[in-house]
């Protein structure tokens, strides 16, 4: 079993910051990639940014220059500062971890709860 524990999440007003927390912690022999998607209301969900084992990070061209995503040396928590903040950044932010279990060569995918971002205007 996989566990992911979020965390930071809120209410601000627009231009405000926030940052999240995803740890992961279960049966988990190697990370592919840890990430953060969002997803608002009506709307699917839709990739906000992601970091590699190696490093490399990805993010949605509507985040770029005020989301930054980082990781522990472990690998198994990853963060999302979130600055200059907008009401259109509201939505569920949901953690995801792409990993592999111990003594298996598959990779999977799995969600966190999700934990709730409100800006204000």
């Known amino acids: 079993q996989v566990q992911l524990v979020e965390s930071g999440g809120g209410l601000v007003q627009a231009g405000g910051s926030l940052r999240l927390s995803c740890a992961a912690s279960?049966?988990?022999?190697?990370?592919?990639?840890m990430g953060w998607y969002r997803q608002a209301p009506g709307k699917q969900r839709e990739l906000v940014a992601t970091?590699?084992?190696?490093?490399?990070?990805n993010y949605a061209d509507s985040v770029k220059g005020r989301f930054t995503i980082s990781g522990d040396n472990a690998k198994t928590t990853v963060y999302l500062q979130m600055n200059s903040l907008k009401p259109e950044d509201t939505a569920v932010y949901y953690c995801?971890?792409?990993?592999?279990?111990?003594?298996?060569?598959?990779?999977?995918?799995?969600w966190g709860q999700g934990t709730q971002v409100t800006v204000s205007s």
């Open positions: 995801n971890i792409n990993y592999r279990r111990p003594y298996s060569s598959r990779w999977s995918d799995y």
């Open positions: 279960g049966s988990i022999f190697s990370v592919g990639a």
């Open positions: 970091i590699i084992s190696g490093g490399s990070t």
